[in-house]
């Protein structure tokens, strides 16, 4: 298997070129040259697989630059009872009406990044070290990004991570968890911005060639293909847990700000994942519903992203929202051509783009619907939930059941990705439900821990120093 840029870079590179390389030397993503179809026999073959065996299976489609043996090992070294707290790794909750929740937030960090960002440290581990190289991290976050990431990476050999964060702008909690680190390969920014203008530093950089040469300049932001195919996996593993056999179809909702997670759900539906819909579900800051709605999609400027109760979705720029679009235009090098004018001409000269008639019209080939939730929806949906289920869900959560429920289908099931644990947004669990969000007895007291952290502006050459200065030889 190889991978080429949604930006008509034809270079052939293997798996383990591109898991250290984040963006393709154009600018654009990497894609798999092609998706790999799932039939029937081997649907039936992955059924009953253990997460650990099934996650082996699906990455093996994908890398072949990774002995079978050693690739397996790190499936399973990775997804375990005593890192996800239960041997299913991602069971379901019923709650009427056909649907489900599926839990993505049994790891370390409590929020369903940590799904992806282990694997991925396990990865960068094995790789750097056949190598006999170092790796700078260089990534952003709303929220939950960076946190998994630094979870997964703190201590990792011959890893620094340097993770930019928006000033102020993530829940207590949130910020707690990242800041509270105190490993010495672990550097924490915090950014005089907003989550957008954290992103756009990691590109400009990622972007300067040489730079990233010279300082082994890697990402573990949704970008990264490694940790979007390894998502991939928790959408097999809700289906076959919510369906009889491999004749049905389910749905997934997902809570989405930078289309990484429901990108994974694309994927699947392209390897033949029997999925009807993939119910895209925004907050106030509604770019994407905006495009699945009307075909354009309109970037907004930091005065413009909304601050809410879902921090983790106040994004207006959905950076990985490329790979679909060049799949929507035909996954071949006019696509190419074309994507590369929509976003590296138009997005970053005119602010976004509206797609031809004809192809907004394929959109409803690949499944796609959205929806949008604000705070009253996000506070309902809580109270409802607990009263009817006694299921506390987080904001962002409530954010994908209420979308859901505004496109279930008779007999289909409702499949929403849970995206954390309510403990770590404990003012809207409070004005929802008038009391303290539960909480694993080890966090109890992390606000309260000492902090580690670096406040700097929202400029390129700022974070470029920093790096220069603490990334090392």
Request: aromatic share 10%.
């Amino acid at each position: 298997m190889k991978y080429i840029s949604t930006r008509g870079d034809t270079t052939p590179r293997g798996f383990c070129d591109i898991l250290l390389e984040g963006l393709a030397p154009d600018g654009g993503l990497y894609l798999p040259t092609h998706y790999p179809r799932v039939d029937a026999s081997t649907l039936a073959r992955w059924r009953g697989l253990s997460y650990a065996d099934l996650a082996f299976e699906i990455l093996s489609l994908y890398v072949d630059d990774i002995p079978a043996g050693d690739l397996r090992a790190l499936a399973r070294r990775t997804y375990t009872r005593e890192v996800f707290g239960t041997d299913a790794v991602v069971p379901l909750k019923p709650l009427g009406e056909g649907l489900h929740l599926e839990a993505l937030s049994n790891g370390p960090t409590l929020a369903f990044k940590d799904m992806a960002m282990q694997l991925l440290g396990q990865l960068f581990e094995y790789e750097l070290a056949r190598r006999g190289q170092r790796l700078n991290i260089l990534g952003a976050t709303s929220g939950d990004t960076g946190s998994a990431a630094e979870y997964a990476m703190r201590g990792k050999r011959g890893i620094r991570v340097f993770m930019l964060s928006p000033h102020g702008r993530m829940s207590p909690f949130q910020q707690a968890q990242m800041f509270s680190l105190q490993d010495a390969n672990i550097h924490n920014l915090a950014i005089e911005g907003v989550f957008d203008d954290c992103q756009d530093i990691v590109k400009a950089v990622s972007n300067d060639l040489e730079f990233k040469r010279r300082w082994a300049i890697g990402t573990v932001n949704s970008i990264n293909w490694a940790r979007l195919l390894a998502q991939v996996v928790y959408y097999f593993a809700g289906y076959f847990q919510a369906t009889r056999s491999n004749d049905e179809r389910v749905s997934f909702a997902v809570p989405s700000g930078n289309f990484g997670n429901i990108c994974a759900g694309h994927v699947a539906r392209m390897m033949g994942l029997p999925i009807h819909r993939l119910v895209c579900a925004t907050n106030e800051n509604d770019v994407l519903d905006e495009f699945f709605r009307t075909g354009t999609y309109r970037v907004r400027a930091s005065a413009e992203t909304h601050e809410t109760s879902s921090p983790s979705m106040d994004i207006s720029k959905a950076s990985n929202f490329e790979r679909f679009v060049f799949d929507l235009l035909g996954h071949d090098p006019a696509a190419a051509v074309r994507t590369a004018d929509l976003f590296g001409v138009q997005v970053p000269q005119r602010g976004g783009f509206t797609l031809a008639p004809g192809e907004f019209a394929r959109v409803a080939d690949f499944g796609f619907v959205s929806g949008r939730s604000a705070h009253a929806d996000r506070v309902a949906t809580i109270r409802d939930t607990w009263q009817r289920h006694r299921v506390m869900i987080d904001t962002h959560t409530a954010d994908g059941l209420k979308v859901a429920r505004e496109h279930l289908d008779p007999g289909v099931p409702m499949i929403v990705l849970e995206t954390a644990l309510p403990a770590k947004f404990a003012a809207t669990i409070r004005e929802a439900l008038g009391r303290e969000p539960d909480r694993p007895a080890a966090l109890a007291a992390l606000e309260s821990l000492p902090r580690r952290f670096t406040v700097l502006p929202a400029q390129v050459e700022a974070v470029r120093r920093y790096i220069e200065q603490h990334a090392g030889g």
